[in-house]
Each structure stands twice: as C-alpha cells, then as structure tokens.
C-alpha cells in the first residue's frame, strides 16, 4: 500500500525555523498546520492542506489566511479533554485511509517551550506509533521505533560524531545499538531508563533497532 507522506506543523510557542518547515513541507503530499503551526507555515511559504485549531494561541490574520488557502479547515473548541494534536492526527489517518493509503507521518514545531506539552506529545506518538511517527526540529531529529511500525532507523558517515540517545517509552523495550561508542544487543529498557543516553556515532555502519516495546532514538544536530 502506498504512502501519503503527512507533515503536522504544530503550535509550539518555540516553532522550527521557516527554513527548515519549508524544506520538510517539499514533498509532502498532506500539510496540516494547528493553531499556531499557520503563522509558521505563513513565514515559510507553506501552504497547508488543513488547517486545524481552537484559535486560542494564534495571531488571527495569520489564522484567516491559512483558512483563506488551506483546502479546508477544522475548528475545535477552546475546552476539550484532549489536546489539538490528537484531532490532528486522526484527521491525518482518516484522509489516508480515504485514500486507500497509510499515513507516513512526521511532525515539526512540536516540543519547544512547554515541556509539559513535549511529554504529552511523546504519549500521542506512543499512541500512535504504528505509523512510525518522527519528529523534525532545528537541534535534534526524533524516530519513535516500535515492531507495530518503524523499527529500525540506520545512520551513515554524515552523522559521524554526532551525539545519540536512545529511551524507552514503554515496559520491556528491547534494542539493539550498534556504530556507536557504546553498543547494545538485545537489551531489555524500562520506561525513562538513562541507560542509552548520550552516545556517540563513531561508524558509517550504525543504527537502532526496537524488537520490543517502544522506543524513542534522538539524534542531535
């Protein structure tokens, strides 16, 4: 089944450069902005598909005009019991399956300023992690590695002393590490474990691999 290659450009109060939103929207076959994400995708050019949002934190010309572009548009009520990202991303599921295709799904503008938002955005990405979700920032590049989706992610010679972390999101996690200055094989993490915190990339050859549980592997720009 073909891919509908998805990007979310979140709300963050500390969004990604426009720069790098507009190198990440080239390609996309689905761009959602959320509240916020319309003055991002604004500055960087990108016109977004959906645009998705209670209007609580946006500036409202930047919020008119992604509704004036945008081919259509969701609104949600200030007060709800989940997050704007969550209607996000079953949106995002329901266009691809209308497509007849799974959604391959990355996001942006998603963990800066509130660190009690990036924690609950690492939940709907466990939620969510048969869609082999990643996260694009200006410092770091985040794959959420599970057996139900994406389970490995392997680097080359660019990322050559590049700094990697690697934490399990759930119970009984079990990676395999290897290029890196400390390897791993086959073991078994608990949720938070600092175990796989700052290694480095000494090889070409190097990579992580989740055979069990969920798994989230950062490397730092």
Do not use: Q
Not at 92 to 116: S, Y
Request: glycine share 8%; with cysteine; charged share 25%.
């Amino acid at each position: 089944m073909s891919a509908m290659k998805t990007l979310i450009i979140d709300g963050s109060p500390e969004p990604s450069s426009p720069e790098l939103v507009a190198w990440l929207a080239d390609g996309m076959d689905y761009i959602v902005a959320v509240d916020r994400g319309a003055v991002t995708c604004r500055a960087a050019g990108v016109v977004p598909n959906l645009f998705v949002g209670d209007e609580d934190s946006a500036d409202p010309d930047a919020v008119a005009w992604a509704k004036s572009v945008a081919g259509e548009d969701l609104w949600l009520p200030v007060e709800k019991d989940d997050t704007d990202l969550f209607h996000v991303i079953a949106a995002a599921r329901a266009e691809a399956k209308r497509r007849g295709e799974v959604c391959d799904l990355t996001l942006t503008c998603a963990t800066g300023g509130r660190p009690d938002h990036a924690l609950a955005i690492y939940g709907l990405l466990i939620a969510n992690r048969d869609l082999g979700p990643i996260v694009i920032e200006d410092t770091f590049d985040l794959s959420i590695l599970s057996p139900e989706g994406l389970d490995y992610w392997e680097l080359d010679e660019r990322e050559i002393g590049k700094t990697f972390s690697a934490i399990a999101l759930l119970p009984g996690t079990e990676i395999s590490i290897w290029g890196m200055r400390w390897e791993l094989e086959g073991k078994v993490m608990e949720p938070l474990d600092d175990l796989g915190v700052s290694n480095v990339v000494v090889d070409a050859d190097s990579g992580v691999r989740c055979d069990e549980g969920c798994l989230a592997a950062f490397l730092f720009k």
